[in-house]
């Protein structure tokens, strides 16, 4: 993990569909191009199936830093044990983004 401080949680209150609309705006707005593909993406299929506990889960991977989540991603860098199932599934909507099909 890259050793920044990690965002404050979403407010305990927080509406299920505003959460969905700030994780999905914070999707597509990353610090690279790359990641904005990936992830608005991903966003865009899974969000408003995701658990709460799974929204949570990728609420805290999107205050990872943008080039450490790539890496995760295009497999060039081992995945923490706490993300490892959410990246492999980012991953797998990621084919020809991260690498050639």
């Not at 199932?85 to 983004?97: D, F, K, S, T």
């Amino acid at each position: 993990m890259s050793g920044l401080p990690i965002e404050p949680a979403a407010p305990i209150d927080e509406p299920r569909d505003t959460r969905e609309r700030r994780l999905a705006m914070r999707s597509m707005r990353r610090g690279i191009k790359e990641m904005d593909l990936i992830l608005q993406d991903f966003a865009t299929r899974r969000l408003a199936e995701m658990s709460d506990a799974e929204l949570a889960l990728y609420d805290r991977l999107l205050s990872e830093n943008d080039h450490d989540i790539y890496a995760w991603i295009a497999g060039t860098q081992p995945v923490p044990d706490t993300y490892a199932a959410l990246v492999a599934e980012i991953a797998q909507g990621a084919r020809g983004v991260t690498r050639p099909r």
